[in-house]
C-alpha cells in the first residue's frame, strides 16, 4: 500500500465526479487506461492483475472469455435515462431484437429536419425522414444518412481538455466563474459566437443570459451564409422575414442560380413539392416546368427543362432582364438570350400566382429582392410563396457579425470568447485574419464534436454531444418546432450548447433534459416539474400527456410560423457598376457532400461520388472543356479515362491554393467553380490533408468568389481523382444507341405515350427452365422524370447495409463499394447539354447473368425471384460480376471492412451481415427487411401489404422515385407503375428480364425555345 | 517379270541418280546418320547420368529460383492481404491471373498434340520432342493452375468447387462453366501426368541400369516399376500407351474448348461466340508449338542434341505454326467480321474499341505477333533457321499473351453500360505472379532435363534405320 501514498485520488475522484449515472463503470475502463492507475490496481489487487499479466492456462481463458463475451453485451446498454418516446409504431416498448423509432430532429445551419432514428437495443443505427416533419416528409438527404457515422466517428473529442490537456467539466466551470464575475463588473469583454440558431430553448437561454450580463454581445457566424437571402429579404419586405415556397402550386418555377432542391432549409420538401408536380401517370394532363440558369450544373440545373450556363456574376442581369420583361423598371438587362427570356417571360405571366421565381443562396441580396419583386408582380406571394417571421431566434447578418467581432479582437476589446458549436479559425473569411485575432483573446472556450482547428486555439474545449445524444429543440424551415431526444446517452461525455449556456447562466450543472422541458412547461404555462420526476414523465400532467405527443410525432404540432401578408417593395435598385467581364471568374460552393468542412471526418460523406461530377474525397476545380482548353488546363483523355486529370495553381486575389482541374460540359464558360469544405488540418484521421483550402480565398468582399482568378497547369503530370464514372458517358452516340436513358418532351409523351415501349421479351428463349413464384415477385419502379441525382438513396443503403468505404485509392483503382450508384448521362451540345441521373441498384433479373456462372452456388434465385447472395459460400470468382450486364455486383478485393474500431460495432444494422475479403456483395432489396414483414404477415396469417416494405433508397427518396412492392399483386403500387406506358427496362435485348425497371425521363421543354 | 523384282513403291529410296527431284521432296531422316543404339542410348542418358552438371544449366536453375521466390513472395502476399494487390476492378472481374491460366493452359496443348495425336498419326518425327513436349505440358499445366487457385477471393474455400461429399449435402453448381474447367483441366492433368511417366518407364530402367549411384538406382528403380524390357512388358507398354494416347486425344480439343466456354458463355460483348472453342484450340496449338520450339532450339544447343532434333522437326514445328497461326488469323478477322455483320451495337462497339480504344497498342500488337509474324513460316530459310524460327516463336509467345489481355480484360472494360466502364492495368503483384509461374515452369524444367531423359531413349532407337523395319509393324 506503500505505493498507493503517490497516488492522485484527488484526480481519480475528480474524473469519477465528472462522470454521471451508469457512465460510472464503463468509465472505470478509461480511468484505468492511465499507467498511474494501473500501478494502483496492481498493487491494491494483486492477484488479478497478475493472473492476467503472467500468461493465462486454456481452462482460465475459456473462463474469462466467456465472461468477456457475456459483459461485451453491457457495455452496448446506452438507453438515456430519460423517459424518451418512441415514434408510432409498435411496439411501444423494447422487444430485444426489434427496433425501435424515435422521432427527432437534426439540424443543419441552424434548421431541423426531422427525423425518424432506428435503435436497436438503444443504439441508433440508421436515420429516416419523419413522414410528419414539414422539412422531410419522410425523406432524407446525405446529412442526415451520414450524422449516424458522425455520432460514432472514433475521432470525435472524447475529453474536456485545457490547452490540450486533459481536463474536467467542472474544472471549466469553476475556470469559468472569474471570467463571468469580470463580464458582469466590465461589461463589454465576454463575446459570445454561435452558428444559426433556431432553437427556442438556447434562444431563451441567450437572451437571459444577455440580460443578465448586458455587456456580452452575442455573434453569429455561419460559413454556407444565408446573409443574400437574408438581406435580399429585407431590401424587399423591410425586415428579415422567411420565404417559404409552396411549389405544388407552380406551373412554372425559374432558380437563378438556386439549387432549391439540394440546398438550404426544406430541400426535401421542395423536392417533394416539385416532383409531386412532375410526374407523369396515365391521365397525367400538365407538369411543371423548370428554368434554371446557373454557372455549374446543381442537382436543379440538372433536372431543369431550360438551364442557361451564365457566369455568376451575369445572373443579375438575367433577373433584371426577366423583371424587365415583366414590365418592371429594370435596368442593366442581359442582352444576349433574348428570345429564351422573351419566352421564360411569356410563361411566366401565363402563370400569375401559379408561378415563383427562386434566387439561389450565393447570389447577391439586390437578385433575391429582384426576385421577390417579380413573384409580387406575378402575384405569387401568398400563392406560391408564403412570407412568415423568421425562425431564427437572432436574424443577422452573420458576416458583418464575424466582422465586428474580428475586429474587436484585433483591437484586443475582447477578454473572453465562447464559441459554441462551429470552426471560424478555419471556416472564418480569410481578410477577417480570425487565427490572428483569436490569439488576442486571453480567454477562449469552444464546444466543439471534434478536437478541430478552433480548439486547437482555444483554452477551453468542451466535446459537443451529437444531436441524437442529448435534449434540445430546434424549428423547421416553416418554423415548426421539434423537441430533440436522445437516442444514447453521450458516448463521450459531450456536453450541448444549453448545457454550456446552462454552465454561463446559473454556473450550475443543470442536465438539458431540464432545461429543454422547464424552458416548455413554462412556455405552456405549466409549473416547472418537482424534481423528484425531473426524469420522469407524469402520467396525469397535462403538460406532460402534450410532451409525449410532441416526442412521439417529433413536431410539435401548430407550431408552424403563420404566413403573414406582406408585399415586396417592386422597386429595383439600379445595378452597380458593371462587373469586369473578361477573364476567368470564380464560384465558390460549399460542398455537396461535407456541407462547410464539418462532415470532413464522414467516409461515407467523403466517398460518396458528388452529384454532378461523380468525384469523391476531395474538391476539383470545374470548368468547361473550351475554358479549359483557354487556359492551357485541359486533361488530355488519356488521363482522364484513367481516373487521372492535372493539377493546377489556382489564384485569387494573390492566394494560390493547387488543386485538380475537372472538365465537365454544361459549365458557364470563363467560369471555373470549386467547393470549399476541404483541406482540413485537424478533422481526424479520414479527413485530414484532403483537397484544397478554398476558405482561404474566401474573403468578405467576395465570399462567393468573382472575377480576377488565374489557373495555371502545375506540369506535375497526372493527378488521380476519385471519379467513379468517366468521360465516356458523355458520348451520345454511345448512349443513345443502347436505348439506356429513354426520354421524351411532354408533348411527345401525349403524342406517343408508348415511346419507351419494348416488346416483350420472350422467356422461352432461357436455355434454362423459368421458374415460379407463387408467393411474391418483389419488384421495383425507379421514375426518371424525378430523380434528381441528390445520393440520398446511395447513402441510405450504405447504412442500411453496413456497406464499407474503400478509400481515395481504392476508389481511384475502380473499387467502389456501393451497392447503389447514380449513372448520369449526358446529352446534346456539350456547352449545355441535358443531364440525366439514372440509379442503378441491383436489377433482381428473372433470367440472371450472375446465377448460372457461381460455380459453388453462392448466388441463387429465392422463392420471391431475388437474385440472393450467401456470402459465406461465395469463394470470391468473381465470374458473377463479369458476368452482370449491370455491373451491380461489388467485390471485396481486401478486407474492407472494420470490424476492430470498438466506436463503429454499435453503428452497424444487426440485421445485415458484415463482409469479409473475397466475398461478392449487391443490393438485396434491402432482403432484411422483406423478411422482418414477411415473418410478421406470415405470423397474422396474412399476405405482406403493399408499401408495408419499403427499401431503404425508396424510403430516404425525396421525389419518391423509388417504389418497391409485389408483382403479383396487380393493385399494389408497382404493379400500376410497371403498367405505365412509359416503364422500360435496361438492357431489354438481353433477356434478362430485370424486375428493376425505369419510367422514361420525361420534360416539359417550352415548345416556344429551340434547344 | 522385270516388274515383278521391282521394290514395292514405298520402299524406293532416293538414290543420287534421280537428281531430277528438287531437295524438298527427299524426306529428311529423323535421327542425323551416324548414330547407333549404343550412341543414342549414350548421348542421351549421358545428360542425366554424369557427375559434373554444366554451369549453365547452374545458371539457369539459380534464375528459375529467383522466379520461384518472386512467385513465394506474391503467393504469401496475396493469401495474407487478398486478390485485390492486383489490378482487377469492378467492370473487370479478371486480368492477368485468368489471362495467364489460359495462356498456360494453351502452351501446354503442344505437348499433348505431339504425343497423342502425332502418334495416332505416326508422325514418326515427332519421337524427338514428345517427350519434353509433355513434360512440358505438365508444367504449363501446374502453372496454369496456380491461377485459377489463387484468383479466388478466398482461396482457402477452393475445395467447394469439387464435389465431395459434406455434412450439408451442398454440390457444385454445375451450370457454371468454372465448374467444367475443374473437371477439363484435373482431367487434363492426371492424363497428361499419366502419359508422360508412362512413357518414360522403359526409359527409367535404363538410367536404373546404367546409372553407378546406389540412391539414384534406388529412385530410377522405384520409377522404373520393375520394368525388365521382357516382350510381356513391351506388349502391354504398348497397348497403355496406345489408350492413353488416345484418352488424350480428345482432352487437346476439350480442354481449351471447355476454357473458352468460360467466356463463350458470359454475355460479355467481345467474350460470347459460339465460335469460340476452334478459336481457342487453334490458338492454344500454336501457342503451345511455339513454346516447344523456344525450349528446344536452346536445349538441342546446349546439349547437343542436333542430331536427334534435326532441322527436319523445327521445320515441322514451324509449319504446325503456321498453318494455326493463320487459323487463329482467320479467328480474328471473323470475330471483326461477325461484330459488324450482327449489328448488335454493344458487341459493335467493343470491336471498334479493340482498334481504337485506349488498349488499340495491344491489338496492333497482336495482329503485328500473331497474324503477321507467323506468315515469315512461308519461307523455307526462315523455317529452316534455328534463329528465325526461335525470334517467331517469341513472337507468337507474346502475341498469345496479347490475344488473351485483349478479350479478357479488355472487353471487360467496355461491356454494356458506358457508366460502369473502366480501365485496366497489371500492377506489381500480377507481374509477380506472371514471371513467377515462369519461373516454376523453368524450376520444374530444369529439374527435369537434370534428372530425367528429355529424349525419349527407346524410341528414339526406333528411329534409327537398322530398327526401322520392325518399328513400322510396331507402331
Not at chain 1, 575 to 584: D, E, F, I, M, V
Not at chain 2, 162 to 188: C, E, G, H, K
Not at chain 2, 232 to 245: D, I, P, V
Not at chain 2, 441 to 465: A, D, H, N, Q
Request: charged share 20%; aromatic share 12%.
Amino acid at each position: 500500500m506503500s505505493n498507493s501514498k503517490n497516488l492522485d485520488f484527488k484526480s481519480f475522484r475528480a474524473r469519477i465526479g465528472d462522470l454521471r449515472g451508469r457512465e460510472y463503470w464503463r468509465s472505470l475502463e478509461e480511468l484505468s487506461r492511465s499507467d498511474e492507475f494501473d500501478a494502483f490496481f496492481q498493487d491494491e489487487f494483486p492477484q488479478q492483475a497478475v493472473a492476467l499479466s503472467r500468461g493465462v492456462d486454456r481452462r482460465s481463458f475459456v473462463k474469462l472469455m466467456g465472461a468477456s463475451m457475456a459483459f461485451a453485451g453491457l457495455a452496448a446498454c446506452r438507453q438515456p435515462e430519460q423517459s424518451i418516446v418512441p415514434y408510432v409504431k409498435q411496439p411501444q416498448d423494447w422487444v430485444p431484437g426489434q427496433p425501435m423509432f424515435f422521432a427527432t430532429a437534426m439540424t443543419l445551419g441552424g434548421y431541423a429536419t426531422g427525423v425518424l432514428a432506428e435503435s436497436h437495443e438503444f443504439h441508433p443505427t440508421k436515420i429516416e425522414g419523419n413522414p410528419d416533419h414539414p422539412s422531410s416528409r419522410g425523406a432524407s438527404d446525405v446529412f442526415m444518412q451520414g450524422s449516424i457515422l458522425s455520432l460514432y466517428d472514433p475521432d470525435r473529442s472524447q475529453v474536456v481538455r485545457q490547452t490540450g490537456e486533459i481536463s474536467t467539466w467542472s474544472e471549466f466551470i469553476a475556470a469559468l466563474q472569474p471570467v463571468l464575475s469580470a463580464a458582469k463588473a466590465s461589461g463589454n469583454g465576454l463575446r459570445l459566437l454561435t452558428q444559426t440558431i433556431t432553437s427556442p430553448t438556447l434562444g431563451d437561454q441567450l437572451q437571459q443570459f444577455l440580460a443578465a450580463y448586458p455587456g456580452v454581445k452575442w455573434h453569429q457566424w455561419e460559413p454556407v451564409a444565408r446573409d443574400n437571402i437574408r438581406e435580399g429579404a429585407r431590401m424587399a419586405f423591410g425586415s428579415y422575414v422567411n420565404v417559404v415556397y409552396d411549389l405544388t402550386k407552380a406551373n412554372v418555377i425559374v432558380a437563378l442560380s438556386s439549387n432549391f432542391l439540394e440546398d438550404g432549409p426544406g430541400h426535401l420538401r421542395y423536392a417533394k413539392d416539385f416532383a409531386a408536380r412532375r410526374r407523369v401517370r396515365k391521365g397525367t394532363t400538365a407538369i411543371n416546368r423548370l428554368y434554371a440558369v446557373e454557372a455549374s450544373y446543381s442537382s436543379t440545373g440538372s433536372v431543369a427543362d431550360h438551364r442557361l450556363p451564365v457566369r455568376p456574376s451575369q445572373v443579375e442581369a438575367y433577373a433584371r432582364a426577366i423583371a424587365a420583361g415583366l414590365g418592371l423598371a429594370a435596368q442593366g438587362s442581359a442582352t444576349e438570350n433574348g428570345p429564351w427570356i422573351a419566352a421564360l417571360v411569356r410563361d411566366l405571366q401565363k402563370n400569375r400566382g401559379a408561378s415563383v421565381v427562386i434566387a439561389g443562396d450565393d447570389q447577391p441580396p439586390v437578385v433575391h429582392a429582384i426576385a421577390h419583386a417579380i413573384n409580387q408582380t406575378l402575384g405569387n406571394i401568398g400563392s406560391t410563396v408564403l412570407v412568415t417571421d423568421s425562425p431564427e431566434v437572432m436574424p443577422a447578418n452573420h458576416l458583418e457579425s464575424l466582422r465586428q467581432l474580428s475586429a474587436d479582437m484585433h483591437a484586443g476589446v475582447v477578454k473572453a470568447l465562447v464559441i459554441l458549436g462551429g470552426n471560424p479559425v478555419f471556416d472564418a473569411p480569410a481578410d477577417f485574419g480570425f487565427r490572428d485575432a483569436m490569439n488576442k483573446v486571453p480567454f477562449r472556450v469552444h464546444l466543439s464534436s471534434h478536437y478541430d482547428e478552433t480548439s486547437l486555439l482555444s483554452h477551453w474545449h468542451i466535446p459537443e454531444t451529437h444531436y441524437l445524444e442529448t435534449w434540445g429543440d430546434a424549428r423547421a424551415h416553416d418554423g415548426t418546432v421539434t423537441i430533440q431526444q436522445p437516442l444514447i446517452a453521450p458516448l463521450y461525455n459531450g456536453r450541448s450548447s444549453i448545457e454550456v449556456m446552462a454552465a454561463l447562466i446559473g454556473g450550475l450543472d443543470r442536465p438539458p433534459y431540464e432545461v429543454v422541458r422547464t424552458f416548455w412547461r413554462v412556455k405552456n404555462g405549466a409549473p416547472p416539474a418537482p424534481p423528484e420526476t425531473a426524469t420522469g414523465l407524469m402520467a396525469d400532467d397535462p403538460f406532460d400527456v402534450m410532451w409525449k405527443k410532441w416526442l412521439n410525432d417529433g413536431v410539435v404540432a401548430g407550431s408552424a410560423l403563420p404566413p403573414r401578408a406582406a408585399a415586396a417593395s417592386t422597386a429595383i435598385p439600379a445595378p452597380q457598376a458593371s462587373p469586369q467581364q473578361s477573364g476567368l471568374e470564380l464560384e465558390l460552393k460549399h460542398d455537396p457532400t461535407i456541407y462547410d468542412g464539418r462532415f470532413a471526418n464522414n467516409g461515407w460523406l467523403q466517398e460518396l461520388p458528388k452529384p454532378q461530377t461523380k468525384i469523391g474525397w476531395e474538391n476539383v476545380l470545374l470548368m468547361s472543356p473550351r475554358t479549359a482548353e483557354k487556359y492551357g488546363v485541359d486533361p488530355p483523355d488519356s488521363m482522364t479515362n484513367e481516373r487521372r486529370t492535372k493539377l493546377v495553381h489556382l489564384t485569387f486575389r494573390g492566394i494560390t491554393q493547387t488543386l485538380p482541374v475537372w472538365v465537365i460540359p454544361g459549365q458557364a464558360d470563363d467560369t471555373a467553380t470549386v467547393t470549399y469544405g476541404y483541406g482540413r488540418e485537424h478533422a481526424g484521421k479520414i479527413g485530414d490533408g484532403i483537397g484544397a483550402d478554398i476558405y482561404r480565398m474566401r474573403f468578405s468582399t467576395a465570399m462567393n468568389g468573382g472575377p480576377g482568378a488565374q489557373v495555371e497547369d502545375s506540369k506535375r503530370g497526372a493527378y488521380p481523382v476519385a471519379c467513379v464514372q468517366e468521360h465516356q458517358t458523355i458520348d451520345p452516340r454511345v448512349v443513345g444507341e443502347r436505348g439506356i436513358i429513354r426520354e421524351a418532351s411532354f408533348a411527345e409523351y401525349l403524342r406517343d405515350p408508348n415511346f419507351a415501349h419494348d416488346e416483350e421479351p420472350d422467356p422461352s428463349q432461357s436455355m434454362y427452365p423459368q421458374y415460379d413464384y407463387p408467393e411474391y415477385r418483389w419488384a421495383m419502379s425507379i421514375d426518371m422524370s424525378v430523380c434528381t441525382g441528390c445520393n440520398g438513396c446511395v447513402i441510405a443503403c450504405q447504412s442500411e447495409n453496413n456497406i464499407s468505404i474503400v478509400g481515395k485509392d481504392e476508389v481511384v483503382r475502380e473499387r467502389e463499394m456501393h451497392w447503389l450508384r447514380i449513372d448520369r448521362y449526358y446529352r446534346g451540345n456539350p456547352d449545355n447539354p441535358e443531364v440525366f441521373h439514372q440509379p442503378v441498384p441491383c436489377m433482381q433479373c428473372e433470367s440472371a447473368p450472375c446465377e448460372p456462372v457461381c460455380p459453388v452456388g453462392a448466388t441463387s434465385h429465392s422463392v420471391d425471384g431475388l437474385n440472393d447472395m450467401t456470402y459465406n459460400r461465395c469463394v470470391g470468382t468473381r465470374y458473377c460480376s463479369n458476368n452482370c450486364p449491370y455491373k451491380v455486383r461489388r467485390f471485396n478485393f481486401f478486407h474492407y471492412a472494420d470490424y476492430d474500431t470498438p466506436a463503429l460495432k454499435p453503428m452497424r444494422n444487426p440485421d445485415v451481415t458484415i463482409r469479409t475479403r473475397g466475398v461478392m456483395e449487391k443490393c438485396t432489396y434491402c432482403v432484411q427487411r422483406i423478411m422482418t414483414a414477411k415473418i410478421a404477415a406470415e405470423r397474422e396469417g396474412r399476405r405482406v401489404r403493399d408499401g408495408e416494405i419499403v427499401t431503404a433508397c425508396q424510403q430516404s427518396c425525396p421525389t419518391e422515385a423509388i417504389v418497391f412492392g409485389d408483382l403479383n399483386d396487380p393493385n399494389s403500387r408497382v404493379s400500376q407503375l410497371k403498367a405505365e406506358p412509359t416503364n422500360y427496362s435496361l438492357l431489354p435485348t438481353l433477356n434478362t428480364r430485370p424486375r428493376t425497371t425505369y419510367l422514361a425521363n420525361i420534360r416539359n421543354p417550352n415548345p416556344e425555345i429551340k434547344a | 517379270m522385270a516388274e515383278r523384282d521391282q521394290p514395292p513403291l514405298h520402299e524406293i529410296r532416293p538414290t543420287r541418280q534421280l537428281e531430277s527431284v528438287p531437295d524438298r521432296f527427299i524426306p529428311q531422316p529423323i535421327v542425323e546418320p551416324g548414330h547407333t543404339f549404343a550412341t543414342i542410348t549414350d548421348h542421351i542418358s549421358s545428360i542425366v547420368l554424369r557427375k559434373k552438371t554444366p554451369l549453365g544449366w547452374y545458371l539457369g536453375f539459380a534464375v528459375s529460383l529467383v522466379g520461384m521466390f518472386v512467385l513465394n513472395l506474391t503467393i504469401g502476399k496475396i493469401l495474407f492481404v487478398g486478390v485485390g494487390l492486383w489490378g482487377i476492378n469492378h467492370p473487370v472481374g479478371w486480368g492477368f491471373d485468368i489471362i495467364n491460366f489460359v495462356w498456360w493452359i494453351g502452351i501446354g496443348h503442344a505437348g499433348t498434340l505431339i504425343s497423342a495425336i502425332l502418334l495416332l498419326l505416326h508422325q514418326e518425327w515427332r519421337t524427338s520432342i514428345n517427350r519434353f513436349a509433355e513434360a512440358m505440358t505438365l508444367f504449363a499445366v501446374a502453372s496454369a493452375g496456380l491461377y485459377p487457385a489463387l484468383h479466388t477471393g478466398r482461396p482457402w474455400f477452393d475445395y467447394w468447387l469439387f464435389p465431395y461429399p459434406n455434412t450439408m449435402a451442398i454440390w457444385p453448381q454445375f451450370r457454371s462453366p468454372l465448374m467444367w474447367d475443374v473437371f477439363a483441366v484435373s482431367t487434363y492433368a492426371t492424363v497428361s501426368l499419366l502419359f508422360w511417366y508412362v512413357g518414360m518407364v522403359p526409359d527409367l530402367a535404363t538410367l536404373r541400369d546404367r546409372t553407378k549411384n546406389k540412391f539414384g538406382r534406388f529412385i530410377y528403380g522405384m520409377g522404373a516399376l520393375g520394368w525388365r524390357g521382357s516382350a510381356k512388358h513391351w506388349h502391354r507398354y504398348e497397348h497403355a500407351y496406345l489408350l492413353l494416347a488416345g484418352l488424350s486425344t480428345p482432352l487437346v480439343l476439350s480442354v481449351h474448348t471447355i476454357v473458352s466456354f468460360d467466356f463463350a458463355v458470359a454475355q460479355v460483348p467481345g467474350w460470347h461466340a459460339t465460335f469460340f472453342p476452334p478459336y481457342f484450340v487453334a490458338g492454344a496449338v500454336v501457342a503451345g508449338f511455339a513454346m516447344v520450339l523456344t525450349l528446344a532450339i536452346p536445349l538441342r544447343k546446349a546439349f547437343k542434341l542436333e542430331g536427334f532434333i534435326t532441322t527436319k522437326h523445327l521445320e515441322n514445328m514451324g509449319k504446325i505454326m503456321l498453318a494455326t497461326g493463320l487459323m487463329v488469323f482467320y479467328s480474328y478477322a471473323v470475330e471483326m467480321f461477325m461484330a459488324y455483320y450482327s449489328g448488335d451495337p454493344f458487341e459493335r462497339y467493343t470491336f471498334y474499341t479493340r482498334v481504337t480504344g485506349p488498349y488499340r497498342h495491344y491489338w496492333y500488337m497482336l495482329i503485328l505477333c500473331n497474324c503477321l509474324a507467323p506468315n515469315l513460316m512461308w519461307v523455307k530459310r526462315f523455317r529452316t533457321s534455328p534463329m528465325w524460327l526461335f525470334i517467331t516463336a517469341q513472337f507468337v509467345n507474346v502475341g498469345m499473351w496479347l490475344e488473351r489481355f485483349v478479350i479478357i480484360p479488355e472487353s471487360l472494360t467496355r461491356d454494356f453500360l458506358p457508366s460502369s466502364w473502366g480501365t485496366y492495368h497489371g500492377t506489381r503483384w500480377d507481374w509477380g505472379m506472371y514471371l513467377g509461374s515462369i519461373g516454376l515452369f523453368l524450376f520444374l524444367l530444369f529439374l527435369f532435363i537434370r534428372f530425367l531423359p528429355m529424349i525419349s531413349i527407346f524410341e528414339m532407337r526406333t528411329m534409327l534405320p537398322e530398327a526401322q523395319a520392325h518399328g513400322e509393324e510396331h507402331s
